[in-house]
């Protein structure tokens, strides 16, 4: 790795450390599928607790962003073969929208990015 790159990688894991409010509009689960060649973009609802924790609207069980996950079905799922057009079909056709905060269509886009850049060089791809 270039001096670069190595900076870069410690603002961005420095970065992913920092607390985040939870969108009330719900959340996504980002993956790729190499032998489609395709980038997904499952979006589930929930309901942000008084706590400041996501839960499911059905249960009200907590759902974990690590570990034992409460087992859901997706709401809506997208698909495409570029970041671009994932952000497209996920964030601005939805109407009414999906996202109801700045920051998680900012970090929408940069995880469709990522999962792009990783399709394409073949790297593995795993959502921050």
Avoid: W
Avoid at 22 to 30: A, M, R, S, T, V
């Amino acid at each position: 790795m270039t001096q670069l790159t190595l900076e870069i990688k410690k603002i961005d894991d420095k970065l992913s450390k920092r607390p985040i409010k939870l969108d009330p509009g719900g959340y996504f689960i980002i993956y790729i599928d190499r032998k489609a060649q395709l980038i997904y973009a499952k979006h589930y609802t929930n309901i942000i607790n008084e706590r400041g924790l996501a839960v499911d609207p059905d249960t009200g069980e907590v759902i974990a962003a690590r570990g034992k996950t409460v087992q859901r079905i997706a709401e809506t799922v997208f698909s495409a073969r570029t970041a671009k057009e994932l952000c497209v079909k996920a964030i601005e056709e939805p109407n009414p929208s999906l996202i109801t905060m700045f920051d998680h269509a900012a970090y929408l886009g940069r995880e469709f990015t990522r999962a792009e850049y990783a399709l394409v060089t073949g790297e593995e791809y795993i959502q921050d």
